[in-house]
């Protein structure tokens, strides 16, 4: 503790220090969770405070650096966090907001704060949560500063110089407590593709993130805003018209909606509420889907495009949305969020403000583009005569129940207990390596559900071929709880899908494929965390009667140093003598207790969980690696091969 510090923090600040120990105790329920996800929350914490300053109209940049000793900075161009000495606390601005819980608010009310959704708990938690801190803030002409050991103050706000003319600014630069956080490496990819998406939805900022370590930099500045966003997201599909944009306010709600129709087969409509990510949607996603269905259905029958033949097709609200990728954004003064994950709006009135605003202005978009419009509704037509087709293939192959979890598949070595909560299915390719998993696993609890090789790309066939596929009608069978529109978790028979691959190119595009499907078709499987991919052994490592195994590279490595002890005779390749090194190219090539061991004990396993940290990402990642396009496809893998492991 700093010297200049003692005497003032003495009985006026038991408060903070209170404060501070409140969240250093319990990090997880300020910030999500202590992993990497929690770590990166921090970042986006700032941030968030930085781009709140630019929704105020006070600040147009962002620089994010990561710095070489592990540190991040943030830096602004707002008007810079108020230093001015608080009258009853008798202490600057600037010291409370960075140590007095929610304090970070800004104090006049009619600015949209990113509030009460995942972040929005204030700057002073990073400060708590971070081994040191420095603050600096440019504000009238004169360059402050303050210095703080996990949360606590070093000394008084101080003078440090003086600015050029009216520049204002805050600048936080913070070391992640190791003591709180398992890693504190924060890694380009997850932060920037944050930034990205902040970039992308307010337009009149430009964020630079840097990555000193890894030497990496990008610049987000997207001038045509969520536009730009969704032909971004549709970069690799083929849409048959320019964005159309659609802005209003109405009852101090701003409204801003950019969508287009590609000839793809899914919907995509990602939404935003003061630049939250919206998962579970909410009222303003049933305001746009209702102004987009009855806007569509007028103007079609107003303009008699859809043929009025005896069996006149009935457009649904799902075909309204077929092809369609969209980002809508709003901005709510006192937004409350709802759902398991309170990724939902659920404030009533803003439903009839996007509803009024995208009815009207969607209106005349049409009659200023009928050529638009046609198109649209040719397209939206021919969705709903496959849906028909889809519909008589479903009741057709449900007659015949194999949709049916009464009659579960053959192939399926089912779980004895049957709590779902307590029940797992692993999904694994092959007959061989499943015959393995079936002697090898605990049957009480866990069932084994062999698939053959390459299940069909859900991502470019339409849903009456996706319900003709053998291996999927299994899987929905197994894990009963339907597909589709038609899918419900709660009826899921297993609490954890766990995918089981090959640790080679195949068994990784089984992997990919398995989780287009799970994404595309049983989404909340994936957006609750319930899909896991299994981590089997590269390596055993064998000397004598000891056997170990190596999940990767650097720990095969670590385990033969171990052999390679003083005086220990070393052969050409350099592995000590009678040490056995053997890669394991296949599941199959394990016997079942070696996999018990290795790959399914929950004692011992460890499984990678597949979760939707952002969906608009995630998107993108299975349209890049499924969709049409195989340059791109390539492009991805090249520049993700040294990761392991997708995060989607
Ligand atoms: C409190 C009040 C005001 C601004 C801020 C905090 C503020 C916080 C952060 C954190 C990072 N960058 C920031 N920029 C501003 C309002 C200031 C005023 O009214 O002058």
Redesign the pocket.
Known sequence: MAQENKNNYDAKNINVLKGLEAVRKRPAMYIGDISSRGLHHLVNE?VD??I??AL?GY?DRVLVTINENGSVT?E?R?????VDIHPVEKKS?LEI?MTVLHA?????SDSYKVSGGLHGVG?SVVNALSEWCLVEVK?DGKLYAQEYERGIPKYDVKEVGTVKGKET??K?TFMPDSEIFKSTKFKFETLAERMRELAYLNKNVSITIEDKIEEEKEVFHFKGGIKEFVAYLDEHRSPFHKPIYIEGEKDNTPVELAFEYSTAYSDNIFTYVNNINTHEGGTHLSGFRSALTRTLNNYASKNKLIKDTKNKIMLTGDDFREGLTAVLSVKVMEPQFEGQTKTKLGNSEVKSVVETIVNEKLAEYLEENPAVGKKIIEKCVRAAEAREAAKRARELVRRKNVLDSMHLPGKLADCSINDPEHCEVYIVEGDSAGGSAKQGRDRRFQAILPIKGKILNVEKAKINKVLESNEIKTMISAIGAGIGLDFDPEKARYGKIIIMTDADVDGSHIRTLLLTFFYRHMKELVSTGRIYIAQPPLYKIKKGKQENYAFDDDERDRLLARYKTDGAEINEEGIPKGVVISRYKGLGEMNPDQLWDTTMNPETRTMLQVNLESAAAADKIFETLMGDAVEPRREFIERHAKYANIDI
Do not use: H, L, M, Q
């Not at 707002?78 to 108020?82: C, L």
């Open positions: 700032v405070n930085s709140d300053e105020a600040n943030v602004d707002g008007r810079g966090i108020p601005a907001v970070g608010g800004k104090f006049d700057i504000r600014g805050t936080v």
